[in-house]
C-alpha cells in the first residue's frame, strides 16, 4: 500500500481523541467514521506487514487509510502525540472534506483549530513526517479481509 496524504495522520488522531476506535483482538479493530455513519473493520498485523481496513482510501485508493493508522497509533507500533490528538478531537472529518474537496485547504483548517488549542502547526507537520516514515518503514501490503482467528 502507499503512503497517505499527510492529513490522514491528522484524521487518525481525532478518532482516537474521539473515542471511536476500539480494539477487538489482537489484531482487529472497529472503527467509527466521524459523522456516526459508518463503521470500518480493521485488521493489522504490523510483524508480517498485513492490513486490511473497508475505508473508501485503503478499498480504493491503494493508501494506508486512517483506521489502519489509527489502530497502529493505539497498539504503539506508530507514534502518538495525546496533545496533539486532544487538539484535533471533535472535528467533522468526512464534513470539511466534501465541502472543500481538497485536502490541502482542509488541512490548514484543521492546523488553525489545532493552533487555537495551543499546537503549533510546525510541531504537528515534525510529528505527521515521523509518522509517515514510520508507515513507509513498515511497507504493509493490503489482504483480504481474514477470517476471525
Known amino acids: 500500500m502507499s503512503l497517505p496524504p499527510r492529513i490522514k495522520v491528522l484524521e487518525a488522531l481525532g478518532s482516537i481523541a474521539d473515542g471511536r476506535v476500539k480494539l477487538v483482538g489482537d489484531r482487529e479493530a472497529v472503527v467509527v467514521s466521524s459523522m456516526g455513519d459508518r463503521q470500518y473493520d480493521v485488521y493489522v498485523d504490523a510483524e508480517k506487514g498485513e492490513a486490511f481496513s473497508d475505508d473508501n482510501g485503503t478499498r480504493f485508493r491503494g493508501y494506508v487509510g486512517y483506521p489502519i493508522i489509527a489502530v497502529l497509533m493505539l497498539k504503539g507500533v506508530l ?11 471533535g472535528l467533522s472529518w468526512k464534513e470539511l472534506n466534501e465541502r472543500f474537496k481538497k485536502y490541502a485547504v482542509v488541512e490548514g483548517i484543521v492546523k488553525s483549530r489545532a493552533r487555537e488549542k495551543g499546537v503549533d502547526p510546525k510541531e504537528l507537520d515534525a510529528y505527521v513526517s515521523s509518522v509517515l516514515k514510520r508507515l513507509a518503514e513498515l511497507r504493509l501490503r493490503y489482504v483480504e479481509r481474514p477470517r476471525a482467528s
Do not use: N, T
Open 79 to 89: 507514534p502518538y502525540e495525546e496533545r496533539f490528538a486532544k487538539a484535533l478531537a
